[in-house]
């Protein structure tokens, strides 16, 4: 079973009930987020909703990870070669790409694009057309 990192948009899926992503969230033991991750979610959240989402990530066994100063020197390499070389990633996105490889974490998002492509270290379970997933990739045994 491999070590993950979620995106946002895996627990945002979950949390509207996308039974694809429950499956992929639901299969893994040892995952984690990035604090970045973690506020992009909360700030949409009254407080009673991320009370809710603390409790998630608790259930579910998910820890959330700060950038120290290792995942901010690499994420500034990760942004500074995409300014380099298109294409350009969020600088947000760096910072947890950055997490991940530190951490040495799959990143697991519907957004590959946002992480340099999908990859041996980019895991794209599913995908959303219509509010529907589609192209649903089991996770590995």
Known sequence: MSLVLFDSNILI??????????IEIMHY???MI??????E?????D???VQRFKKFLADASIQVVHPDDDI???AALIRGRSLKTPPKLPLLDCIIRATAEVHRRVVITRNPADFGGEGPMVRVPYEIVNGL?????PPAP
Not at 13 to 22: I, K, M, T
Not at 34 to 39: A, D, G, L, Q
């Open 13 to 22: 899926d979950n949390l509207e009930g996308h039974a694809a992503a429950v």
């Open 29 to 31: 033991r040892d995952a």
């Open 34 to 39: 990035s604090s970045i991750t973690w506020v």
């Open 41 to 45: 979610i909360a700030c949409k959240m």
């Open 47 to 49: 407080h009673a909703g």
């Open 72 to 74: 901010m020197e690499r």
């Open 133 to 137: 997933a589609i192209n649903i990739r």
